[in-house]
């Protein structure tokens, strides 16, 4: 599929919503890119990714051409409504810039609401937010 294709395939731009910000500031909050990426989301448009219904976004970047991953940089995770898991995972592209806000539900269904901050669980790994460098 080529990057025209799936910018098609994306949702208009629009600015974050609130529970969209309280995911994002929960899932960076005591991680090294807490200050850079907080400083960020104010004035950051999205895109809805076509998948599925489950949430996932895509921030637009401020450069021309098409952003390749970097890296994850934390994870979160919890149950839906309807009990099945959701992982939730904030990625930044090559340049360190923000690059989506992944949402995948365990049965690929739809998400059924964002989580209360209070039932989104911080995946630790190797004693570290996230994944180790």
Not at 24 to 51: H, S, W, Y
Not at 94 to 121: N, T, W
Request: aromatic share 6%.
């Amino acid at each position: 599929m080529s990057d025209a294709s799936l910018d098609h395939k994306l949702g208009p731009p629009r600015s974050l919503r609130s529970d969209e910000i309280e995911i994002i500031t929960k899932l960076v909050r005591n991680t090294p890119f807490q200050e850079k990426i907080l400083a960020a989301i104010g004035g950051t448009l999205v895109r809805d990714m076509p998948d599925g219904g489950m949430g996932s976004i895509k921030f637009r970047q401020k450069t021309a051409g098409e952003p390749i991953f970097g890296k994850q940089i934390a994870e979160g995770a919890f149950r839906d409504a309807d009990g099945v898991p959701v992982s939730i995972t904030l990625n930044l592209d090559k340049s360190g810039d923000l690059f989506e806000l992944d949402v995948f539900k365990a049965d690929g269904s739809p998400v059924v609401r964002y989580p209360d901050l209070a039932d989104l669980e911080i995946i630790e790994r190797h004693g570290n937010l996230g994944f180790p460098p």
